[in-house]
Antibody, heavy 112, light 112 residues
Framework: EIQLQESGPGLVKPSQSLSLTCSVT?????????WSWIRKFPGNKMEWMGY???????NYNPSLKSRISITRDTSKNQFFLQLNSVTTEDTATYYCARFDYWGQGVMVTVSS | DVVMTQTPPSLSVAIGQSVSISCKSS???????????LHWLLQSPGQSPKLLIYQVSNLGSGVPDRFSGTGSQKDFTLKISRVEAEDLGVYYCVQATHFPWTFGGGTKLELK
């Protein structure tokens, strides 16, 4: 069974960087598919942040401009999100997903 | 960005009732390969989103056939026949044809 699990700090200070890890089991991330980070803001709004493909190419939401980076460690079957210069507007629940499989989500609060 | 307009924002239903949710996009969602990357997700309370329908009308794994998706180009509908208690939550349409991928605003399905 394919499982994704996010991990990382639940509290980040404004202007700092948010770093999350998605650990994937049951499927090798280099075998196929695009591996995304998606966030849900308080309320219902969902935003696709970007993905890293099975080949290692990336695609980001332009709304995040140069703040975002998605990388991977194929030896650990993990992929990562780094979001720089966070503000309170980045407070959200962050999911890693393959669309047909989702992690449980991690709530990140940006606050001093 | 492609704007996904989802209606209604909320629905109050009785068990056994049938309901439809509309999703309209600001651009055609037909990709250059001829496929339409319009999907439907359900986020049940306290759960991660789950893929219900992919590419307009294909049922996700384990999804009961009470769910059906129709539509083309810019106009799509999710229908739930004979709503059950487990169907309650927030439904999202999402397009993955154009970058950035974008979500509808969500439809909250509640019990009457």
């Amino acid at each position: 069974e394919i499982q994704l699990q996010e991990s990382g700090p639940g509290l980040v200070k404004p202007s700092q960087s948010l770093s999350l890890t998605c650990s994937v089991t049951g499927y090798t991330i280099t075998s196929g598919y695009d591996w995304s980070w998606i966030r849900k803001f308080p309320g219902n709004k969902m935003e696709w942040m970007g993905y890293i493909s099975y080949s290692g190419s990336t695609n980001y939401n332009p709304s995040l401009k140069s703040r975002i980076s998605i990388t991977r460690d194929t030896s650990k079957n993990q992929f990562f999100l780094q979001l720089n210069s966070v503000t309170t507007e980045d407070t959200a629940t962050y999911y890693c997903a393959r669309f047909d499989y989702w992690g449980q989500g991690v709530m990140v609060t940006v606050s001093s | 960005d492609v704007v996904m307009t989802q209606t209604p924002p909320s629905l109050s239903v009785a068990i056994g009732q049938s309901v439809s949710i509309s999703c309209k996009s600001s651009q055609s969602l037909v990709y250059s390969d001829g496929k339409t990357y319009l999907h439907w997700l359900l986020q049940s309370p306290g759960q991660s989103p789950k893929l219900l329908i992919y590419q307009v009308s294909n049922l996700g794994s384990g999804v009961p056939d009470r769910f059906s998706g129709t539509g083309s180009q810019k106009d799509f509908t999710l229908k739930i026949s004979r709503v059950e208690a487990e169907d309650l939550g927030v439904y999202y349409c999402v397009q993955a044809t154009h970058f950035p991928w974008t979500f509808g605003g969500g439809t909250k399905l509640e019990l009457k």
